[in-house]
C-alpha cells in the first residue's frame, strides 16, 4: 500500500510540474509574440509616417525598379544558404547550434560570391529584357543585399534559439524603420531616384545586423572560439541536416517564387510605373502579415523544437499557438466575410 500510495504522490507531482510547466510555456511564448508584434507595429508606425513623404518624393518608376530588385533578390534569398539557418534552433546543444550557424556563414558567403562572379554575364541581358538601361547598374547590388540579408536571417535564428526576442525586437525596428528614415534622408537632401529607395534598404539591413552584433558579438564569439570547429564538425552538420537542402529549399523557392513571380512578369509586359504602383499596394496589403505571421513564426520555431527535445510531442505547443492565431484572426475574417455579403 505504502509503495501505491507514494507512486501516486509521485505522479500528481509530476503533473503539478507538468501543468506548471506548460503554464510557463505559455506566458512566456505570449510575452515573445508581443515583443515583436510591438517592434513591428512601432517600425511600420514609423513606415506609414513617411510613406505620403516618400511617395511623393520619388516616382512610380522608382518604386518599380526597386520592386523588380527585391523581387530577384527575393528568389535568391531562398537559395542563400540551402536553408540550413532552420537547423540553428533544433541544436541539441550549444556546440551543434554554432555549428549550423558557421556552416550557415559559410554558404551564404560562397554564394554571395557565386552570384558576384554571374552578375556581369546577366546584368546586361536581364536590363534589355525590361527595356531599363538603368537597372544594369543596380544589379551589382544584388550579392550585397542577398549577404547582407542572410547574415540578418542567420543571426535572428541563432537569437531565437537563445530567446533573445528583445534584441530581434530592437533589430527589427532598427532595420524598417531606419530604412525608411534613410530613404526620406535620400530623397530631401540628395534627391529622389532608384538607388535612394535602394541605399535606403541595404543601410536598413546593415542597421539590423550592427544592433545584432552590439547585443550579440562578444557572446557569438565566444561561442564560436569554445566550439573548436573544424570542416569535419560542419560537413558532420550538413548531413544531420542534409533535408533541409533537399526539401526545405525547393518549397521554399516555389512559394516564394508564386509571391515574387507577378511583379516581375508585369515589368516583361507593362511599363515600369505598372510595377511601381503594384508596389505600392503590395507593401499596404502585406502588413498584417508582416506584424502578426512572421512574428508567431518567428517565436514558434525554436519553442517547438525546445518542446521537442524535452517532451518528445508538439501538441501542447501547436495547440496553444492554433488558439491564439484563432483569437486574432477570427475578427478580421468576420469582417471580411460581412463585407464580402454585403457587396454581393
Not at 546543444?93 to 551564404?108: D, G, P, W, Y
Not at 507577378?262 to 510605373?273: A, E
Request: proline residues 4%.
Amino acid at each position: 500500500m505504502w509503495l501505491i500510495y507514494d507512486w501516486g504522490k509521485k505522479s500528481q507531482c509530476l503533473l503539478f510540474l507538468r501543468k506548471d510547466y506548460e503554464k510557463q510555456l505559455s506566458k512566456s511564448l505570449g510575452v515573445n509574440i508581443i515583443k515583436l508584434v510591438s517592434s513591428k507595429f512601432a517600425s511600420q508606425l514609423v513606415t506609414l509616417a513617411t510613406a505620403p513623404i516618400i511617395t511623393r518624393l520619388f516616382s512610380p518608376n522608382d518604386f518599380g525598379i526597386y520592386q523588380i530588385f527585391i523581387s530577384i533578390t527575393g528568389i535568391l534569398l531562398t537559395m542563400v544558404c540551402l536553408k540550413y539557418e532552420l537547423s540553428i534552433p533544433l541544436g541539441k546543444n550549444k556546440n551543434e547550434a554554432i555549428a549550423s550557424f558557421t556552416l550557415s556563414l559559410f554558404l551564404a558567403f560562397i554564394f554571395s560570391l557565386l552570384l558576384l562572379a554571374l552578375v556581369p554575364i546577366g546584368k546586361e541581358h536581364i536590363a534589355r529584357w525590361y527595356k531599363l538601361p538603368e537597372l544594369e547598374k543596380y544589379l551589382w547590388l544584388v550579392p550585397i543585399t542577398v549577404f547582407l540579408f542572410g547574415v540578418k536571417n542567420i543571426i535572428s535564428y541563432w537569437a531565437s534559439r537563445e530567446t533573445k526576442f528583445g534584441t530581434i525586437a530592437i533589430s527589427n525596428f532598427t532595420y524598417i524603420s531606419g530604412g525608411a528614415l534613410i530613404t526620406l534622408m535620400w530623397g530631401l537632401i540628395i534627391g529622389a531616384s532608384a538607388i535612394g529607395i535602394l541605399f535606403g534598404y541595404l543601410t536598413g539591413l546593415i542597421f539590423g545586423i550592427i544592433t545584432f552584433l552590439i547585443f550579440l558579438g562578444q557572446e557569438l564569439i565566444s561561442d564560436i572560439k569554445n566550439a573548436n570547429l573544424s570542416f569535419a564538425n560542419l560537413w558532420t552538420i550538413a548531413k544531420l541536416h542534409r533535408k533541409f537542402p533537399i526539401f526545405s529549399t525547393w518549397s521554399s523557392l516555389l512559394n516564394t517564387i508564386s509571391v515574387q513571380l507577378p511583379p516581375i512578369i508585369f515589368g516583361l509586359y507593362f511599363p515600369i510605373t505598372v510595377v511601381g504602383y503594384y508596389s505600392l499596394g503590395e507593401r499596404a496589403v502585406a502588413i498584417p502579415m508582416i506584424l502578426v505571421g512572421t512574428a508567431i513564426g518567428q517565436v514558434f520555431f525554436p519553442y517547438g523544437a525546445k518542446e521537442y527535445h524535452e517532451t518528445g510531442t508538439l501538441s501542447k505547443i501547436v495547440s496553444d499557438v492554433f488558439k491564439r492565431l484563432a483569437q486574432i484572426g477570427i475578427f478580421p475574417m468576420f469582417i471580411l466575410h460581412y463585407r464580402t455579403l454585403f457587396l454581393i
